[in-house]
């Protein structure tokens, strides 16, 4: 054993060679001060068991993140397995989902005496993932966002940022029934969740969105407010989840109101056209 | 008709050409409304993290892939509980930990021997993973003697030590990151590396070639 005679105050009232030794990892990580890491440096040079210890350490430490142990990823295939599985699994009952079934309960009647057979398409649109909602007192909990849809006669207003949309007609069996709206921030990305219900199946449906000028799908920085954007293709059934609840990343340029128009089509026919305001705010600081 | 997989991407379907550009908490909050794609996003980003992990704790491919898998599908089922407390990746480390404890506690009878993962062919046995660039035989066998020396003893080491070298030295985690993903106070994490490394030099300097001196 080393009897170094004067201690440096690494480890506090670990003295002498057991407390430079157990500053080596500290040392070996570039987390001490130049002073302490030269006072290592001048005791290593006089000792040499530290001088081993701290030494044999490095080395240890160095194989440790040489290529002999590389990073390694999942192969391809256990990949593709894994992508398999999650298509298989059943996530538990999302927000939405028990949105709609408690929708479908308290509403189920009323709806039915008041748009007859369901042939109605509810264009619903959400906005979350925004950031910082909690400035304008918006729930946090989705599914209180959720049930608020739910009354469309009484909607929640959080701080005024909630709107309710009477029913109204939008085209051929489509209506929006109602949607709740809460404002994006400016320059952030968010999710918009467009929810298509269609009256009756459409085997070879198309939703399409247009954005407004000043407003980017797909992230900041990717501005294509000319173009029109084909969210989904396929059968648009009550059934198919993918054609009824379809995620939109967008992000606003600039404050103020935003209209999305969304157009429902079968067969390259317009059936439906709604338009969607959507506000734009910059936060308070 | 077209399938909404085979559609144009652009400009149909952005939302999902740009997942890759996203942050994490988009993606988060997608996947919990069941969005798959974003999810695989997820897995994509945190892929080699979780695998290396899984990997270096089992020394075993096939543990590995199993372990992956089941963090990733448990944190799918799950990530509707994930709240934004802590980074996501802290959060799938829990739970890769948690998986593999769980199939360790159901493994346990199985020695080391059999983690030591070898492929049998016609002449013998020999390690899967030589793959250096290019290195003549003799190396080969040098650098997979060296591997393998180092692996086992990365094996031999308490669970507690292992996993803290994996997440620092290799998968590179600040003490504050393992802090978290461990729930212990970064003052445990440096002792516990100390200890980790130390533990790990005693049982390599039996291997005297891996060490210059």
Not at chain 1, 67 to 74: I, K, S
Request: glycine residues 6%; positive net charge.
């Amino acid at each position: 054993m080393c009897n170094e005679a004067r201690p440096i105050d690494l480890w506090g009232e670990f003295m002498g060679c057991q407390g430079y030794q157990r500053s080596f990892t500290a040392y070996l990580d570039g987390e001490l001060a130049q002073g302490q890491r030269e006072a290592i440096e001048r005791h290593v040079q006089r000792c040499a068991e530290c001088r081993r210890d701290l030494e044999t350490l490095r080395q240890t430490v160095r194989l440790l993140r040489s290529p002999l142990l590389p990073m390694e990823d999942a192969p391809e295939e256990v990949r593709a397995r894994l992508t398999q599985k999650l298509r298989a699994v059943r996530q538990p009952m999302s927000w939405w989902e028990r949105v709609r079934l408690q929708w479908r309960v308290a509403g189920a009647a009323s709806q039915a005496r008041t748009w007859g057979y369901g042939l109605a398409a509810t264009a619903l649109l959400f906005v979350v993932g925004a950031s910082n909602l909690d400035r304008w007192n918006a729930p946090a909990n989705p599914l209180h966002v959720g049930v608020g849809v739910s009354r469309t006669e009484a909607l929640p207003r959080p701080d005024g940022h909630v709107a309710a949309r009477l029913p109204q007609p939008v085209g051929e069996g489509v209506q929006i029934r109602s949607f709740v709206e809460y404002p994006v921030v400016v320059g952030r990305p968010a999710i918009v969740y467009l929810f298509v219900e269609p009256g009756r199946d459409l085997p070879d449906g198309e939703v399409r969105l247009y954005p407004a000028a000043g407003l980017s799908v797909g992230g900041p920085g990717v501005l294509q407010s000319d173009a029109s954007y084909l969210l989904y293709q396929g059968p648009v059934t009550r059934q198919n989840p993918q054609s009824r609840w379809i995620p939109v990343e967008l992000c606003a340029a600039r404050e103020g109101t935003h209209i999305l128009r969304v157009t429902v089509r079968e067969a390259g026919r317009v059936l439906s056209e709604v338009t969607i305001p959507l506000r734009a705010v910059v936060p308070r600081s | 008709m077209i399938s909404p997989r085979d559609a144009p991407r652009k400009p149909e379907g952005p939302s999902r050409s740009s997942l890759d550009q996203c942050d994490d908490s988009v993606l988060i909050a997608r996947s919990k409304q069941g969005d798959r794609q974003a999810f695989d996003q997820l897995v994509t980003r945190y892929s080699a993290q979780i695998y290396n992990f899984a990997y270096r704790m089992t020394n075993n491919r096939d543990d590995a892939e199993d372990i992956y898998q089941e963090a990733f599908l448990h944190a799918f089922r799950g990530i509707g509980s994930f709240r934004a407390d802590s980074a996501f990746s802290t959060w799938l480390y829990r739970i890769v930990r948690n998986v593999y404890l769980d199939e360790m506690k159901r493994r346990r009878a199985r020695p080391y021997a059999s983690l030591e993962e070898n492929i049998q062919t016609e002449d013998g046995s020999i390690a899967r993973d030589v793959q250096d660039d290019a290195p003549t035989p003799e190396e080969a066998v040098q650098i997979n003697e060296r591997r393998r020396a180092v692996r086992r003893a990365i094996a031999q080491l308490p669970e507690t030590q292992r996993e803290i070298l994996i997440l620092y030295e290799m998968n590179q985690h600040s003490y504050e990151e393992i802090a978290a993903i461990l729930g212990i106070n970064v003052g445990t994490v440096k002792s516990r590396l100390n200890r980790a490394r130390r533990s790990l030099r005693d049982r390599l300097l039996a291997e005297k070639e891996l060490f210059d001196l």
